[in-house]
């Protein structure tokens, strides 16, 4: 699998996470290795609102392949509403267009000091400012934004509206309906107000690449009990 770009929305940083082999073998991507990566931070004491709380966009091996029903990807973290493991499966094309943007993931941390979204293209990452976005809906953001940038053909990732902190958002990508919601999982409506930070995620494709490798245990696996 490609990388994982982590962000800190705090001090605008970023680095990569190259993801173990052998995870890659055990875990086999989405919400599994998803849980393996957050489970050193997802400490008991861990507000799920705070700037520490980790918010992981991550996908599955066969994301963005020709195989069936690949074009899903996983909003992962602690949520708000249990205090326990948060999972949303969404489909649609923003997945793929991560990958082929150069990522296998988005693994963001911080506060942004007034909101912001994230434009990533060509394996490039920008934080730039959203202010112009908060009280628009889904639909227009979706619309500003691809306009903004200049890209129509730009997959668009956006928070549901409000400036208020919740414990359950949705997360909208095509239209006219949402393709995934991220029920229990309003770690990133934190993100947004009052706290501030990632309004949206937005990607376009670079040229095509070897999508991923596939690694196969070469003994099952037999539990017993």
């Not at 957050?38 to 963005?64: R, V």
């Not at 947004?192 to 995620?201: D, L, T, Y």
Request: hydrophobic share 35%.
């Amino acid at each position: 699998m490609l990388p994982i770009l982590k962000i800190n929305l705090t001090d605008g940083t970023t680095e990569e996470f190259i993801i173990p082999k052998e995870w890659e073998c055990d875990f086999f991507g989405g919400a599994s290795l998803g849980a393996r990566i957050l489970y050193p931070h997802l400490t008991k004491e861990l507000d799920p609102l705070s700037p520490e709380a980790p918010l992981l966009f991550i996908n599955g091996p066969l994301t963005g392949t020709n195989g069936p029903t690949t074009g899903r990807f996983v909003i992962c973290g602690k949520s708000p509403a249990t205090g326990l493991w948060a999972e949303s499966n969404i489909g649609g094309f923003w997945g793929p267009e991560l990958r082929k943007a150069g990522y296998d993931g988005l693994w963001i941390t911080g506060k942004a000091s007034s909101p912001a979204y994230l434009w990533v293209e060509e394996g490039r990452l920008e934080v730039r400012d959203a202010a112009g976005l908060m009280g628009r809906d889904v639909y227009e953001t979706q619309e500003l934004v691809k306009a903004e940038v200049g890209v129509k053909s730009a997959r668009v990732a956006v928070i549901g509206g409000g400036r208020r902190t919740r414990r359950f958002i949705c997360v909208h990508l095509l239209r006219p309906r949402a393709r995934g919601g991220a029920h229990g999982h309003g770690r990133g409506d934190g993100r947004e107000k009052p706290q501030g930070g990632c309004r949206a995620w937005y990607e376009k494709n670079r040229s095509d690449r070897t999508l991923c490798r596939i690694a196969l245990r070469s003994e099952p696996r037999l539990e017993t009990g």
